[in-house]
C-alpha cells in the first residue's frame, strides 16, 4: 500500500526536519529577558528563515532559555536559526540538558556565529545527538564575544 499526504506549505518545516515538539504544549520556556515586540514565542512559532518572527532580548548581554517539560522527553535533534539584520558581532551559544529536573547539566554544544549585515545575516544549526529522560534544555546566549551592548536573537529553536 502507498502512503501519501496532501501538504499544507506551511507544514513543510516539519516533514523536512522531523517530528518537532509542541514546545507549548509540553513545556515550560524560561526565558531571561525579551523585548514585548518579539517574544520568545516566536522561537518556537515554526516560522523560519530571513524575514520571519524571532525572539530578540529586551536587555543587552548574556541570556538564557530554558525549555523545561512537563514530563521526561527523548531527544534526538535541534534545530537553531539565528538572523541579524542589523549589527556586525560573533554570537555564541552554550547547549545543555538536564535529566535530574535542572539540578545538573550536561554540556551538548557549544558554538559561535560571525554575523555581519548586510551580507552574512543567517545561521542555521542542526545538532543530532541523543538523550533520554530530559527534563530541561537549556541555551545559554552570548550576544557578542566582544561584549558589545548587543541584544540575541533567535528565530526559530526546535526539538525533536
Known amino acids: 500500500m502507498f502512503r501519501k499526504e496532501i501538504i499544507n506549505p506551511k507544514n513543510l518545516a516539519s516533514i523536512r526536519h522531523g517530528p518537532e515538539k509542541d514546545i507549548g504544549a509540553v513545556a515550560t520556556v524560561f526565558v531571561s529577558s525579551e523585548d514585548p515586540d518579539h517574544p520568545i514565542e516566536y522561537a518556537f512559532d515554526a516560522e523560519e528563515g530571513p524575514g520571519a518572527s524571532r525572539w530578540i532580548a529586551g536587555v543587552p548581554g548574556e541570556q538564557t532559555v530554558i525549555v523545561a517539560f512537563d514530563a521526561p522527553q527523548a531527544i534526538r535533534k535541534i534545530r537553531l536559526e539565528v538572523e541579524e539584520r542589523d549589527t556586525t558581532r560573533t554570537q555564541e551559544v552554550d547547549l545543555s540538558v538536564s535529566d535530574d529536573g535542572g539540578r545538573t547539566y550536561r554540556h551538548v554544544i557549544r558554538q559561535e556565529y560571525n554575523f555581519s549585515p548586510p551580507g ?18 537549556r541555551l545559554r546566549i552570548r550576544p557578542d564575544k566582544g561584549d558589545r551592548p ?6 526559530n529553536f526546535a526539538v525533536s
Not at 120 to 137: C, K, S
Not at 150 to 155: D, F, I, P
Open 150 to 155: 548587543c541584544r540575541a536573537t533567535l528565530t
Open 120 to 137: 552574512t545575516t543567517m545561521e542555521r544549526e542542526q545538532w543530532l545527538f541523543t538523550a533520554d529522560g530530559v527534563t530541561h534544555v
